[in-house]
């Protein structure tokens, strides 16, 4: 069992960062991949980003490609992702999320466990 909990969201305005981190506990972190999903009021969930276990490869959806940033401490179990030159669109509740398959998947129903989200505001 894996919980996950999220921190680091807010409101910025367009432009601006913000950092977002996800604290897993439970056992053997490092076996799973991490990823991070969002959800805008209205619409389904959407991929976001992954990171490998096992050497961190990462992969990335084609709209926050070259703004976001994930990456991950395994000594601290955590995963983090620094989101730069935000938009008004990147406004969503962020998700992160584990899952045991040795991959860079970003089909949500590949993921084992969920945290609780995390709101991220963008203003124009």
């Known amino acids: 069992q894996v919980q996950l909990v999220e921190s680091g969201g807010g409101s910025v305005q367009a432009g601006g960062s913000l950092r977002l981190s996800c604290a897993a506990s439970g056992r053997s972190f490092i076996t799973y991949a991490m990823g991070w999903f969002r959800q805008a009021p209205g619409k389904e969930r959407e991929f976001v980003a992954t990171i490998r276990q096992f050497g961190g490869n990462t992969r990335y959806a084609d709209s926050v490609k070259g703004r976001f940033t994930i990456s991950r401490a395994d000594a601290k179990t955590t995963v983090f992702l620094q989101m730069n030159s935000l938009k008004p669109e990147d406004t969503a509740v962020y998700y992160c999320?584990?899952?045991?398959?040795?991959?860079?998947?970003?089909?949500?129903?590949?993921?084992?466990?969920w945290g609780q989200g995390t709101q991220v505001t963008v203003s124009s």
């Open positions: 999320a584990a899952t045991a398959k040795v991959a860079s998947t970003y089909n949500p129903d590949d993921y084992d466990y």
